[in-house]
């Protein structure tokens, strides 16, 4: 028999637990008796082994390590207290009637002692809570919330006492659900949100003598129950519709955009494990991980909201969340004729352009809102035609009745299993298309989407990253390359001159505005060099006082060949849009 002390990276002791068999288990798994949290924890990380001569600590993790005192071992013992297991973020020590008592790791040892953890959580529910004083620097260590330069101060806005308050509860609401044996996974998120929220407001409710007046119930319980179960301090970014992207750069460092301009929040997480359980409850529903062996990954939000994710090691900070909000509401061509970001004399044209079958290429910088423009390019799709969509993460929502939304698929555990953007097209081209929307071309399914285009799949739209309608054609070709075809130059470019017809270019301005620069026609090929003109252009000609960019929509004059050839069957155009 002997106690297990784990200690936090900081050296505050966390628990005490007493092992009562030979043998006791460390890790992720429920079947240990330390269970411990953590992207660098295995299920079965370690083993604690009592033999005559003393306890041995065994690594079982597969190679994600197990150290004690700083060096990673595969057997160690025996063990004494002073020595520290380190797992994870985590320290361990033992401590046995043969040995002095335990005490925090060496490298902390100016640490101030923390107190003694509760038992159990209905203990801790009924314990009289003393009010905690105002939060020293060791405190704030603890909770997570960031220092100043010298004096300590918090980030500015932080609410301190409510945040221990809540870090409190939320520990609580954990222990409380643990000895209940709540079966999260059998639960739907409305049940899940009911039990959560009674447990909490009952937690709360215990502890009303010892919560000081001035800490608003309310608030604690909502921010407590979005810990729990949603996305922590980030759903308050969520519900504002102002807000088109939310960076998460560390714990204490959150930054948000809103009508284009990037914005630092006094909000903050309360530990980089917060973070990490948030960036898990996003990705686990999608059949995706995160962890040591795949540290980034792309996935959705509920709404749709595209997010990135990128952990330790490759994010040096912790663990990095970069949401890009998925509008509530569809916008409409009607909306961004009113933000400014087209003319009606433009909209005209890609109305026309869409509807008879003409392959269009929006081309723009990263945030520059190429995807939210074909998802309102769509809109003039006929209903009556079967429209497939291909992408990385779904994110189009078409009106129409007739679409199949196609989504590529990371690979599993071993690495196998991948379906790649490519075998979709491929796949697709097999499912009897009217229309093949490619959310992002951005490697080899370039050269397999002009293929579609120059066979009979005419209307197709996609994406791609690049700064002008001639860099496009380089990027194109740069990316039939990467499929590993050894094409001549000349016969690529043959390629894209005849299957795509109109590129439009889309830019993001300085103050933080986007509009449509350029819709350009591809009329073919020349001496080597892919052919185009200019139909519509947008000309800045400065900044108002306010920053504001200032400019004016032209029609260059240019009649794009198709008008001539659609007037030429007797459809009649509007021929005054290009004077």
Same mark, same amino acid.
């Given at each position: 028999?002997?106690?297990?002390?784990?200690?936090?990276?900081?050296?505050?002791?966390?628990?005490?637990?007493?092992?009562?068999?030979?043998?006791?288990?460390?890790?992720?798994?429920?079947?240990?008796?330390?269970?411990?949290?953590?992207?660098?924890?295995?299920?079965?990380?370690?083993?604690?082994?009592?033999?005559?001569?003393?306890?041995?600590?065994?690594?079982?993790?597969?190679?994600?390590?197990?150290?004690?005192?700083?060096?990673?071992?595969?057997?160690?013992?025996?063990?004494?207290?002073?020595?520290?297991?380190?797992?994870?973020?985590?320290?361990?020590?033992?401590?046995?009637?043969?040995?002095?008592?335990?005490?925090?790791?060496?490298?902390?040892?100016?640490?101030?002692?923390?107190?003694?953890?509760?038992?159990?959580?209905?203990?801790?529910?009924?314990?009289?809570?003393?009010?905690?004083?105002?939060?020293?620097?060791?405190?704030?260590?603890?909770?997570?919330?960031?220092?100043?330069?010298?004096?300590?101060?918090?980030?500015?806005?932080?609410?301190?006492?409510?945040?221990?308050?809540?870090?409190?509860?939320?520990?609580?609401?954990?222990?409380?659900?643990?000895?209940?044996?709540?079966?999260?996974?059998?639960?739907?998120?409305?049940?899940?949100?009911?039990?959560?929220? +009674?447990?909490? =407001?009952? #937690? *709360?409710?215990?502890? !009303?003598?010892?919560? @000081?007046?001035?800490?608003? $119930?309310?608030?604690?319980?909502?921010?407590?129950?979005?810990?729990?179960?949603?996305?922590?301090?980030?759903?308050?970014?969520?519900?504002?519709?102002?807000?088109?992207?939310?960076?998460v750069n560390s714990y204490d460092s959150i930054y948000y955009e809103t009508h284009g301009k990037l914005h630092k929040s006094n909000i903050t997480f309360s530990s980089d494990n917060a973070v990490l359980a948030v960036?898990?409850?996003?990705?686990?529903?999608?059949?995706?991980?995160?962890?040591?062996?795949?540290?980034?990954?792309?996935?959705?939000?509920?709404?749709? +909201?595209?997010? =990135?994710? #990128? *952990?330790?090691?490759? !994010?040096?900070?912790? @663990?990095?969340?970069?949401? $890009?909000?998925?509008?509530?509401?569809?916008?409409?061509?009607?909306?961004?004729?009113?933000?400014?970001?087209?003319?009606?004399?433009?909209?005209?044209?890609?109305?026309?352009?869409?509807?008879?079958?003409?392959?269009?290429?929006?081309?723009?910088?990263?945030?520059?809102?190429?995807?939210?423009?074909?998802?309102?390019?769509?809109?003039?799709?006929?209903?009556?035609?079967?429209?497939?969509?291909?992408?990385?993460?779904?994110?189009?929502?078409?009106?129409?009745?007739?679409?199949?939304?196609?989504?590529?698929?990371?690979?599993?555990?071993?690495?196998?299993?991948?379906?790649?953007?490519?075998?979709?097209?491929?796949?697709?081209?097999?499912?009897?298309?009217?229309?093949?929307?490619?959310?992002?071309?951005?490697?080899?399914?370039?050269l397999d989407m002009l293929q579609a285009m120059n066979t009979g799949h005419d209307g197709s739209l996609t994406t791609v990253h690049a700064n002008s309608p001639r860099d496009l054609v380089s990027r194109l070709e740069v990316m039939v390359m990467m499929a590993g075809m050894d094409l001549p130059?000349?016969?690529?470019?043959?390629?894209?001159?005849?299957?795509?017809?109109?590129?439009?270019?889309?830019?993001?301005?300085?103050?933080?505005?986007?509009?449509?620069?350029?819709?350009?026609?591809?009329?073919?090929?020349?001496?080597?060099?892919?052919?185009?003109?200019?139909?519509?252009?947008?000309?800045?000609?400065?900044?108002?006082?306010?920053?504001?960019?200032?400019?004016?929509?032209?029609?260059?004059?240019?009649?794009?060949?198709?008008?001539?050839?659609?007037?030429?069957?007797?459809?009649?155009?509007?021929?005054?849009?290009?004077?």
């Open positions: 028999m002997f106690d297990i002390i784990i200690h936090d990276d900081k050296g505050s002791t966390l628990e005490t637990l007493q092992c009562t068999k030979a043998e006791c288990g460390i890790g992720r798994s429920g079947k240990n008796l330390v269970q411990l949290s953590g992207w660098r924890i295995a299920g079965i990380h370690a083993q604690l082994i009592e033999k005559e001569d003393g306890i041995y600590v065994s690594d079982t993790s597969s190679g994600i390590g197990t150290r004690v005192n700083g060096e990673t071992i595969t057997t160690f013992g025996p063990l004494l207290a002073k020595d520290t297991i380190t797992i994870g973020t985590f320290r361990i020590s033992v401590s046995s009637e043969k040995q002095p008592s335990a005490s925090p790791p060496p490298a902390q040892q100016s640490e101030p002692p923390a107190s003694e953890p509760e038992a159990t959580a209905n203990e801790m529910m009924e314990k009289p809570e003393k009010e905690p004083s105002e939060p020293k620097n060791s405190l704030r260590r603890t909770f997570g919330v960031r220092q100043g330069a010298e004096d300590g101060l918090a980030a500015p806005g932080r609410d301190d006492r409510r945040f221990i308050w809540h870090k409190r509860i939320h520990d609580k609401l954990m222990n409380a659900m643990d000895l209940r044996r709540t079966d999260v996974q059998a639960m739907n998120d409305d049940e899940l949100s009911e039990t959560v929220r +009674s447990l909490v =407001n009952d #937690i *709360i409710g215990k502890m !009303a003598r010892s919560l @000081p007046p001035e800490v608003d $119930r309310a608030k604690l319980a909502k921010e407590v129950i979005d810990e729990a179960i949603g996305l922590g301090p980030l759903e308050d970014f969520l519900a504002e519709d102002s807000i088109t992207e939310i960076m960036i898990e409850r996003i990705v686990s529903p999608l059949g995706r991980r995160i962890d040591e062996s795949s540290p980034m990954v792309d996935g959705r939000l509920k709404d749709g +909201s595209r997010i =990135n994710a #990128i *952990i330790p090691p490759l !994010a040096i900070k912790g @663990p990095c969340l970069t949401i $890009r909000k998925f509008s509530r509401k569809k916008l409409s061509i009607d909306d961004f004729v009113q933000f400014g970001s087209i003319s009606n004399k433009m909209v005209d044209f890609l109305e026309k352009a869409v509807h008879y079958r003409k392959n269009i290429i929006i081309s723009g910088g990263t945030g520059s809102g190429k995807t939210t423009f074909l998802n309102v390019l769509s809109d003039f799709i006929p209903h009556d035609e079967r429209i497939i969509t291909v992408e990385d993460s779904a994110e189009l929502k078409l009106g129409q009745p007739h679409v199949v939304s196609l989504e590529a698929r990371p690979a599993n555990m071993e690495g196998k299993g991948a379906i790649i953007i490519r075998d979709l097209v491929k796949n697709c081209l097999r499912m009897r298309p009217d229309r093949i929307i490619v959310g992002e071309c951005r490697g080899g399914e370039t130059e000349k016969a690529i470019r043959e390629q894209i001159a005849s299957a795509v017809h109109v590129v439009v270019q889309q830019s993001r301005f300085s103050d933080g505005t986007r509009k449509i620069t350029h819709i350009t026609e591809i009329t073919g090929m020349e001496t080597g060099v892919v052919q185009m003109q200019n139909i519509f252009i947008y000309k800045q000609n400065g900044l108002d006082k306010d920053g504001n960019v200032i400019g004016e929509y032209k029609a260059t004059g240019r009649v794009p060949e198709f008008y001539e050839v659609l007037r030429q069957q007797g459809i009649t155009v509007d021929m005054s849009i290009f004077e």
